[in-house]
């Protein structure tokens, strides 16, 4: 088909139910995503190349870049709240505390709608928090929250694309309000980010597919 | 030939409708179909199988903890429910979710000879759906043999 593996996206799912896991699978394969699922947070952050103990990784430690890192880059994490054992909070604040791995957005998905728990989240770095069952139409928010991370890395590359030309200024975490919008705009126009032909694998031709102007922005 | 495979599309979209109408899918079923197509033809029926199992590994387990009134591991229970409530509800699984609801508040108060017959009642959804989408996908199956193309149904 053509694509360009570099210009993909890549998400980690994570979720200790089996069904949920196929789901959300599908959906972000649906949705033209490259997909790892595990089935807890403790293999998320083994995947992520980030040791499960007590040794806050990277903060404090002279020379650490994970191994496993290098490998995969993982574009977002979208992990379910209530799990066995490290629930999705606890792996959000892992990941939010791990200098290498901050900037990955985390999404936190859950059955039931408790507004604290929201807000928790939210707090702790979380960019958006889906209430399950989670549908195609909810992935459409995922886009500018990696799109931010690309950005980056692409700014930071020698510019051989235009790509790099294209937003340097939106690096900073915040700025998601401001990124809505512009890229709300693009999304339809993919070519301008990655021109080659890694614009089918991000806008989908299937017809069942809501289109991307539901997008809705983010907290 | 054409008849034939308008035939079964029209049977298929009566049945499945009718599972609507009834009450044993919501609208998350219509999302699992979402997720469907030529690349993937048997996710949906994949899925519920995967349920299903869940199904019967999870009853057999609370059907374990409620077993001694004097020694119920409502806890137990619990987790059991929540882990089916929500498999159920990510699949479309109206009317065992609902149960499930009920089997909530149940455990919530402790109350064992509620939870029996809401096992017993959530047993009895899962197998009941279980065959009329059997029978869903069976349809399914002769309208491609038939060389024909599963139709699109929009619930709404």
Known sequence: MGMVTESQFHVLAVDDS????????????????????????????????????????????????????????????????????????????????????KSIPVVIMSSENVPARISRCLEEGAEEF???????????????????????????KPAKEDSAVLKP??????????????????????????????????ISTDRSRPKYNDITTSV | MNTVVAQLQRQFQDYLVSLYQQGFLDNQFTELRKLQDEGTPDFVAEVVSLFFDDCSKLINTMSRSLERPENVDFKQVDSGVHQLKGSSSSVGARRVKNVCISFKECCDV??????????????????????????????????????GMIPQVNIS
């Open chain 1, 130 to 156: 889906f209430l399950k069952p989670v549908k195609l139409a909810d992935l459409t928010k995922l886009k500018p929250h990696m799109m931010k991370t690309k950005l980056k890395k692409e700014s930071d």
């Open chain 2, 110 to 147: 402790q109350n064992r000879e509620g939870c029996l017959r809401c096992l017993q009642q959530v047993d009895y959804e899962y197998k009941m759906l279980k065959t009329k989408l059997q029978d869903l996908f069976n349809l399914e199956q002769r309208i491609l043999q038939a060389g």
């Open chain 1, 169 to 202: 200024e939106i690096r900073e975490e915040e700025a998601s309000v401001i990124k809505i919008v512009p890229l709300h705009q693009e999304v339809e126009q993919e070519p301008v980010l990655s021109k080659r032909k890694a614009t089918k694998e991000v």
């Open chain 1, 18 to 101: 089996l069904v949920d896991r196929k789901m959300i699978e599908r959906l972000l394969q649906k949705s033209s995503y490259q997909v790892t699922t595990v089935d807890s947070g403790s293999k998320a952050l083994e995947f992520l190349g980030l040791r499960d103990s007590n040794e806050s990784d990277d903060a404090n430690a002279p020379s650490s870049s994970p191994v496993t890192h290098q490998e995969v880059e993982i574009n977002l994490i979208i992990t379910d709240y209530c799990m066995p054992g490290m629930t999705g909070y606890d792996l959000l604040k892992r990941v939010k505390e791990s200098a290498a791995f």
